[in-house]
């Protein structure tokens, strides 16, 4: 259990540094680089609490393929300010002021309603890993109709991709 | 799932209810029509004569069914028991509350369906003549249906709900038929006015169910009168609903004051004017009267008393529609102020608890003012138009058949012996208990003051019948064309009619007659009157007098010889095509010319409600203003404006300049820098307004979780 | 494990998350926060459905990558055209809006 306690702490540790890089530094590929290390502590908490599948796909579709994505519009929108000091506001108070207060209301209320409730309370073994196959049983039974949604959402999405994006005649 | 709950369960040890199986299924007879009504607008422009056929089938079955369940009340009742049939499904179910639909069969609901479906079935087979060829043919029987379905669906409901949604459904159904030619802005206009004029009096309805619901804690017509008959709601709360529903009456029934919509539904083509004045429209204000008499009775305390709200305004309309009927031209709207009289008779009933005299005269008025409508609409189909004046005369001997059925019309509604009319308006005459003087007894109260206002109007009645009867059909014609006999589908209905408008009266003979089998007599009081029930007030009958019968005849012939001198011997002496003396009283009294113009001015209501009341929103306020104005002010701005001049120098140099322009300029200047702040948070960029939103949403959050 | 931990970690991700979105200029940035945002969702969805021992939390989870991947293409669309029309990426400049 400790193990898994440290394993846990070194991952939040890794991946809040890397997140408050990717909103604050001033190189635009490096805050990308940052990013790929928080999508990865992400799908390695998911392994950590048996969830494989998710983690899995949240390799294989954020870092295989948003983060290309966003490779591809920074280099195609690559410009001179990107290096600078401009990438930010020049007053961020209140920005931060916003998510501090955020932060605080949250963890109020978290700490307030979870304070000591272990995530495997409910099973005297430890959690069960839930696994693939139970996964695909929810999603094609109970899930179809959602499932079948969100794939015409990214029919409509690619084509909405294309037809903005696309370069008018001439143009 | 239908449950039987009989009535008589609860009023164990008094009368028994009646049960059979036309009365258990009464709803059919409004399913038909209604059924009707959505078929016609699917189906009826494809059937051979434009869904007029599906109507008058519809219906056809309603009056059959009507006709046997009829038959088989008049049987129970014959065989003792007496009590309502109600039988109601839950509708639905609010907070534990379970609200019911259902139909209760009684005496009274039977005799209305009875009425409503003779009625709208002729009318029915009239109208496929009289509308022939008409571009919204099948539209027309459509409504038609669904007007008669809403009708039967009012006077059967169990529940004042249901009264609501029948009573509302009537209402949007005449506004329809009413502004039928709708191309023509009079016509739509009269629908709006029919329908705005309406929708006052349904906001009484609204409230006074409310009410009663809240005091009696139900909405079954039943539990609502036993809370206002023993006393189990308050006086104050019973008192308050009758006032409310008091309103409903005033506008639907057409009663003074709120009447003026009624006339100018004449513009409706004729058989809606005769479905809508005698056996739907109109008579549905009576009927929820009758329906939740206990309500009424306990709450103007009509028992004992000499003069109550709905007493005084049956009255007063009597009065007033019997008057304006004088100086009408149009003979829809002298058939229309004449409905407004009569039905002003039957409030003036209930009002004085004659309770069976007020639905006895809706019975027969229903017969002869339906045969007097249909008659009119006949002679204007020969004259294509309503103008007595212009357009009519000497009709009698083009129009046999017309002529003799309006006839008949005519005199029961002046209430000359052995007509319907007769019968039932003596009836409320006794019923006033107002009649000492004639040697009479009983009654629930001494209105005396209502006597003298029935006697008037039985008086003005024969006169201004006649006046139309000499215009229509006596003297010569003076239209255009040669005017002819209508079909068979209008003269058979004005026939059955007419024959309806001789005979209903004998089905109540009043106690004591004599004349007749006793037997025979008050047949339709014992047939439709409820006795020993506990939604229904105990209510005293008063004693027929053949002294006030027979007062009341030679007043009513006193009208009838009036006129009769005046139009038959005077006017005709002048000539035969003269509508009126070159010489009469308007031109030689000023009191009567005045009497006249008032009368032409339809008592000024009109210009009341719309030039006063709503134009002083609009119109007049701005000219009083303006007239003021030019008058008043700028006279004393003139006059003050020359002598301000010297001593605005001054102040101008003084003040003005220094002290005004100096607070004017600086109030300016803040309002500018301030706009010019507040323009700073609309910068358009979408980063703020995202923070903004963020915060305003943490900073509620926060105060969610610091509250829960 | 408690779940407080997984739930935590999720809340300061949002937070820098919401700044990120708030205090950049650079429009790719501001979606990579969205992203952020996105994940931290997804954990505490997948730590209540571990919590409860069901699949639904990853499922709700997957369907959020989904829509998160759709996103990115349009975000990005839309970024890529503000480019070829200003020749710059810079938020503050996007103020059409401005009253």
Redo the contacts between chains.
Sequence with gaps: MIAEHVAFGIIAAVMVASALRVVTTRDIMHAALYLVIVLAGVAALFLLVGAEFTGITQVLIYIGAVIVLFLFGIMLTRTDFDQDEETDHKRKFPAILTALLLLAVMIGALVDRFEDVKLDANLPGGQTPQTTAQVSDELFSQYIVPFEAVSVLLLAALIGAIVIARREEGG | MLNANIAAAETAGKAVAASGWFLENAWLIWLFPAVSFLLILLFGKRFPRGGSEIGIAAVGASFVFSLLTAIQWISEVEGGAGGALTQSITWLTNDGQAIGAGIMIDGLAVMMIFVVTVVSLLVHIYSTDYVAGDRRYTHFFAFLSLFTASMLFFVTASTTLQMLVGWELVGVCSFVLIGHWWEEKDNSDAALKAFFTNRVGDMGLIIGVSILFFGAGTFSVIGVNEAAITGSMSHTVTLAAALCLTAAVISKSGQFFLHTWLPDAMAGPTPVSALIHAATMVVAGIFMVARLYGVFFEGFSIGGSSINTLALIGGLTTLVGATLAFVQNDIKRVLAYSTVSQLGYMVLALGVGAWTAALFHLFTHAFFKACLFLGSGSVSHAVHSFDMKKDMGGLRKAMPHTYRTFMIGTVALAGLPIMSGFWSKDEILVGTGGWGLFGGTGGNGAYTVMLAMGMVTAALTGAYMTRVVYLTFFGEFRGHGTPHESGPRITVPLWILGGLAIVAGFINFPAGFQLVPASWEEKFLHWVEPVGVSYFPTIKHATPSWTLAIVSVIVALIGIGAAYYYYFVRVRAVSPVATELPDGPTSRSAVARLGHRILVNKYYLDWLYTTVIVGFVKGPLAKAAYWTNQNVIDRVVNEAGTRSVQAGNIVYHKVDQLVVDGIVNATGKISDSSGEEL?RI???????Y??IM??AA??L??IF?IVI | MYLNEMLLLGAVLFCIGVYGVLARRNGVLVLMSIELILNAVNINLVAFGAFHDTVQGQIFALFVITVAAAEVGIGLAIVLLLYRNRRSIDLDQVDLMKG
């Design positions: 323009r609309q910068t358009g960029k979408v980063q703020q995202a923070a963020f915060a943490t900073i959050a926060g979780i």
